[in-house]
């Protein structure tokens, strides 16, 4: 019989600057048995991300000191973290901002205004097959 899939030492990094939701989403998904950590700005997100290899990262678009799609192009130029799945949350969601993250290969991309929390725990396991 096969063993279930699990979160077990599967590792979440969320990049957002919203304290507020940053928080919820830390506490969400270490309940849910991930390891998560978190960044507020976009240099320390691609610093984390590069260095932790995260399996899935939760990216703000509109971050201070690298907007999630430069941090986007960043992650996918380096071979390390060109195939870390993101899924991009933002209040944006004008035609421009949208294709730019589909062109930086985001695997979902959610509308913050749109979205519930139940959302994004299940597209995360979805992507990471738990």
């Not at 992650?75 to 799945?85: F, K």
């Amino acid at each position: 019989m096969a063993k279930a899939a699990t979160t077990e030492g599967k590792r979440i990094l969320i990049v957002e600057d919203d304290r507020g939701l940053s928080n919820i989403l830390h506490d969400i998904f270490t309940k849910e048995g991930f390891e998560v950590s978190v960044a507020f700005d976009g240099e320390t997100g691609l610093r984390k991300a590069l260095s932790e290899l995260p399996d899935l990262i939760i990216l703000d678009i509109q971050i201070p000191r690298l907007r999630g799609t430069e941090l986007l192009k960043k992650l996918r130029e380096n071979t390390d973290g060109s195939h870390i799945p993101v899924i991009a949350v933002s209040n944006l969601d004008d035609e421009d901002t949208v294709s730019k993250m589909l062109e930086g290969n985001v695997t979902n991309y959610f509308v913050k205004a749109d979205m519930t929390l139940s959302d994004v725990i299940a597209k995360t396991k979805e992507i990471l097959r738990v």
